[in-house]
């Protein structure tokens, strides 16, 4: 086979990028065959057409299935890719049709206030006609979804995965950790001087093991040379922690200062006010970098940081 870059120009075809994500996902052509609903000679020759327009051959068949050579491994990137800006394309289409201005889709880590949420896409829509799809998830899951052209940009915490060329980030705003508990339990540790001992040994709800809030959490302990908390329960919905403390005066958490005062607005939760004497990484608003980017984008990242601008350390975004 011989590589000729225009033929990917004018060959590829939509068909080709679905072929691609159904090897992807069934690794063999019978199955490729069987849940498309075409012979498999059908699908043997379409293969073969693919690797003619790449010029060289894209999967090794093996004994478990088709192995994705090095030039394969990149065709199934770009297509998902391809195949997933297609997918944003046609929304975008949809919504300028029914009168909008464009749609986007945000990633939003858990612990970003729904204050600032609600009035980001509340101006967002007001000013701009944009309309918006919200997926919440940890950094770990948004990042790779932003990075497979799943997600327009995300909220998200500043960490090492993120500072990459084809990323790009701009702090919104920092958050310091409080412990929160039942009202009552709260009210008896605030009368307290900090006592880290004591609370390692109490019952724990906390996020996951590999979230940056969890592993932060985890070194203070072990700065004060205590044993870090075992959690009870593993949860990083809001909704979650508030109905556990509130069922249970022995249990504790820990979530950054803002999301604190929403819960305990509600009354069944209270506030420490004990300093561990850090910041969690910030918030970040993290975008794909784009030779062209997007308007939609543009305007929802100069409402954030309109928001954000005067938010301090007890200030609370308003609509």
């Known amino acids: ?37 075409i012979s498999q000679p059908a699908a043997t020759k379409a293969l073969a057409e693919l690797e003619d327009i790449f010029g060289a051959p894209l999967f090794l068949r093996t004994g478990r299935g088709m192995q994705a050579t ?47 949420l609600t009035a980001a896409i509340s101006r967002l829509h007001q000013r701009h ?43 919104l705003y920092r958050q310091r950790p409080r412990v929160i508990a039942h009202s009552r339990l709260a009210q008896r540790l605030a009368r307290r001087k900090p ?42 919905s809001t909704d979650v922690i508030e109905g556990m403390l509130s069922a249970n005066e022995t249990l504790v958490s820990v979530v950054p200062e803002d999301i604190a005062r929403e819960i305990c607005q509600r009354g069944k939760l209270g506030m420490v006010p004990w300093d561990f004497g850090w910041e969690l990484p910030p918030i970040n608003l993290i975008r794909r970098r784009r030779e062209q980017a997007l308007a939609a984008e543009d305007w929802f990242s100069a409402i954030l940081l309109e928001l954000c601008a005067d938010l301090g350390a007890d200030a609370r975004p308003a609509a």
């Open 1 to 37: 086979m011989i590589w000729d870059a225009s033929r990917l120009a004018n060959r590829l075809k939509q068909r080709h990028l679905i072929l691609l994500a159904n090897i992807a996902k069934h690794g063999t052509l019978t199955r490729v065959a069987a849940a498309t609903g």
């Open 70 to 116: 090095p030039l394969g491994e990149l065709a199934l990137v770009r297509a998902r890719h391809l195949q997933n800006d297609l997918d944003l394309w046609a929304r975008e289409v949809e919504a300028l049709h029914d009168g909008r201005a464009a749609h986007l889709h945000v990633g939003v880590v858990p612990y970003v206030s729904s204050a600032l």
């Open 129 to 171: 006609g944009v309309t918006l799809t919200l997926h919440r998830a940890t950094t770990d899951h948004l990042v790779p979804m932003l990075r497979r052209h799943e997600l327009d940009c995300i909220i998200s915490r500043a960490t090492s995965t993120v500072a990459l060329d084809d990323l790009s980030h701009r702090v």
């Open 195 to 236: 006592d880290w001992a004591a609370l390692a040994g109490m019952d724990w709800v906390l996020p996951a093991a590999n979230t940056p809030t969890r592993q932060l959490i985890v070194e203070h302990f072990i700065r004060a040379g205590l044993r870090s908390p075992s959690p009870v329960l593993e949860a990083y």
